[in-house]
């Protein structure tokens, strides 16, 4: 079974959502209704099996060393989205405290330091933490997602972002609610642009 990767051309400029024929970039109405405070983003996959079973596995069962194929599939994706020179810094999207006493480890950290050494840049783990124990995103409205995701994040370390282009990298990207609540977080602290990187996408219909 192939990899279902995204196609990084006929995308919405800011999200980065597909529309099967299309070419070049246009602004999709979703971030024309309810702008995202993330810039850009890119995802390299689509959340579809084989890789959708890879994820799960590298989220929850402890096959860490997936995060080496994952790395090259981001950086591939973000190399075509972004303008790689212009990142400052590669941030991991925090996990929750509660996920990472029972995982052991922060899945998103593992592809994101990858990541920052790949493109020579800093990687910049426990600048933003994830406070609180919202309710699960999964199964959610968009609505609902929003509004969960409020008051989410907090920036730790602001002089780590302060007029800097960061590079946050998460695992899966459903509709973007998590990461725009991180984004705000982060440019209300002083970032000046937030880009966004994920292993994954989910395909909404």
Not at 5 to 26: L, M, N, T
Not at 70 to 81: G, M, N, Q, T
Request: proline share 5%; glycine share 6%; net charge neutral.
């Amino acid at each position: 079974m192939a990899v279902p990767f995204a196609a990084q051309d006929g995308c919405c400029r800011v999200c980065g959502r597909e529309v099967e024929g299309f070419h070049g970039e246009y602004l999709c109405e979703d971030c024309e209704k309810n702008p995202p405070f993330f810039d850009r983003a890119a995802s390299a996959v689509h959340f579809e099996d084989p890789a959708r079973s890879m994820i799960l596995r590298f989220k929850s069962a402890g096959h860490v060393w997936l995060a080496d194929d994952f790395a090259d599939w981001v950086e591939a994706a973000a190399r075509a989205r972004f303008h790689a020179p212009a990142v400052d810094a590669v941030l991991p999207m925090p996990v929750t405290p509660s996920h990472r006493m029972e995982r052991g480890y922060n899945q998103c950290a593992l592809v994101a330091k990858r990541i920052a050494e790949r493109i020579d840049r800093a990687f910049s783990d426990g600048v933003i933490s994830r406070r609180g124990n919202p309710r699960r995103q999964a199964g959610l409205s968009e609505e609902e997602r929003r509004e969960n995701a409020k008051g989410t994040f907090s920036v730790l370390r602001p002089e780590l972002v302060r007029g800097r282009t960061v590079l946050v990298v998460d695992d899966v990207m459903a509709t973007g609610s998590t990461l725009s609540e991180c984004a705000r977080e982060l440019k209300c602290a002083g970032a000046s642009r937030v880009l966004c990187a994920t292993i994954a996408r989910s395909v909404r219909t």
